[in-house]
């Protein structure tokens, strides 16, 4: 008798250690939020198309979390050094990042795009040879023009996407290379710039999105189930034409 109450303090204890330790520390998410449509700040809001998706997955996983701006570079050592359990900032799963983080399944397919004044004379990737041309550090579209033109002084580099247009807009470069959607959202919403953009299908290659963790980190399971079902119940599709206006195509992520 007298061992069975014990017993059943020590279990009761034990669940009330675990329900305050998991309701009590939210997980940390961080992105860098100079990207729309997927991350940008709206007032001290970060708001987007990443950020709606996240939300729905971390509720169907029935994880607490908050989204920090982090800035891009800073994100992967955050990462690195688990002070955040994942980030979610349109980043592309390639090799490279696989080698030293872990990745989600896939949620979203992009491409490098160019973007220049209206009147330009570039047509296609190469004829960004020779130019100047501007790139936010660290990401795939520098990697794409250091792969076809080498390492050089031409492709500037910038901390976030937003100083790399603003290098377009000041002249100091002829053009920008991000993802297709970021740079097709900053034309239409700024009509008065005059500015194009450019695709290339031949010379930049299809990427898929995921969301990343520290590499052998303990939430990816849950989150990526949870990620599956979103997609696969619709919830996905919902926030896909809330940001995009349009039907996404959700066969391109299972393949
Ligand atoms: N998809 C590209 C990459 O992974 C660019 C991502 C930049 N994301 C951002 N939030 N600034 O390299």
Same mark, same amino acid.
């Given at each position: 008798?007298?061992?069975?109450?014990?017993?059943?303090?020590?279990?009761?204890?034990?669940? @009330?250690?675990?329900?305050?330790? +998991?309701?009590?520390?939210?997980?940390?998410?961080?992105?860098?939020?100079?990207?729309?449509?997927?991350?940008?700040?709206?007032? $001290?809001?970060?708001? %987007?198309?990443? !950020? $709606?998706?996240? $939300?729905?997955?971390?509720?169907?996983?029935?994880?607490?979390?908050?989204?920090?701006?982090?800035?891009?570079?800073?994100? @992967?050592?955050?990462?690195?050094?688990?002070?955040?359990?994942?980030?979610?900032?349109?980043?592309?799963?390639?090799? &490279?990042?696989?080698?030293?983080?872990?990745? +989600?399944?896939?949620?979203?397919? +992009?491409?490098?795009?160019?973007?220049?004044? #209206?009147?330009?004379?570039?047509?296609?990737? &190469? /004829?960004?040879?020779?130019? =100047?041309?501007?790139?936010?550090?660290?990401?795939?579209?520098? #990697?794409?023009?250091?792969?076809?033109?080498?390492?050089?002084?031409?492709?500037?580099? @910038?901390?976030?996407?937003?100083?790399?247009?603003?290098?377009?807009?000041? %002249?100091?470069?002829?053009?920008? !290379?991000?993802?297709?959607?970021?740079?097709?959202?900053?034309?239409?919403?700024?009509? /008065?710039?005059?500015?194009?953009?450019?695709? /290339?299908?031949?010379? @930049? #290659?299809?990427?898929?999105?995921?969301?990343?963790?520290?590499?052998?980190?303990?939430?990816? /399971?849950?989150?990526?189930?949870?990620? =599956?079902?979103?997609?696969? $119940?619709? &919830?996905?599709? #919902?926030?896909?034409?809330?940001?995009?206006?349009?039907?996404?195509?959700?066969?391109?992520?299972?393949?």
């Amino acid at each position: 008798m007298k061992r069975k109450l014990k017993m059943g303090l020590i279990g009761l204890s034990a669940a @009330f250690l675990v329900a305050c330790s +998991s309701s009590g520390d939210k997980l940390t998410i961080g992105t860098d939020a100079a990207y729309a449509p997927f991350e940008s700040l709206d007032g $001290d809001k970060i708001v %987007g198309f990443d !950020v $709606d998706l996240l $939300d729905a997955v971390m509720k169907e996983a029935g994880l607490e979390y908050e989204i920090k701006n982090t800035g891009w570079e800073p994100l @992967f050592i955050a990462l690195k050094n688990e002070e955040v359990s994942a980030g979610i900032s349109a980043i592309t799963i390639n090799d &490279k990042r696989k080698k030293t983080y872990d990745f +989600s399944s896939p949620y979203f397919e +992009s491409v490098n795009m160019i973007l220049a004044k #209206e009147g330009t004379s570039i047509k296609s990737a &190469k /004829d960004l040879e020779g130019k =100047k041309v501007s790139v936010q550090n660290g990401t795939t579209g520098q #990697e794409a023009l250091e792969k076809m033109f080498g390492k050089n002084e031409n492709i500037k580099k @910038f901390d976030n996407n937003t100083l790399a247009i603003q290098a377009l807009l000041n %002249g100091e470069v002829e053009a920008v !290379v991000a993802d297709n959607a970021v740079v097709q959202e900053y034309e239409k919403n700024n009509p /008065d710039k005059k500015l194009v953009t450019i695709s /290339d299908k031949d010379s @930049f #290659e299809s990427e898929f999105y995921g969301i990343i963790f520290p590499k052998g980190g303990e939430h990816q /399971d849950e989150i990526n189930k949870a990620l =599956k079902k979103v997609i696969d $119940d619709g &919830k996905y599709t #919902e926030i896909y034409k809330k940001w995009f206006g349009e039907e996404p195509n959700v066969d391109v992520l299972k393949q």
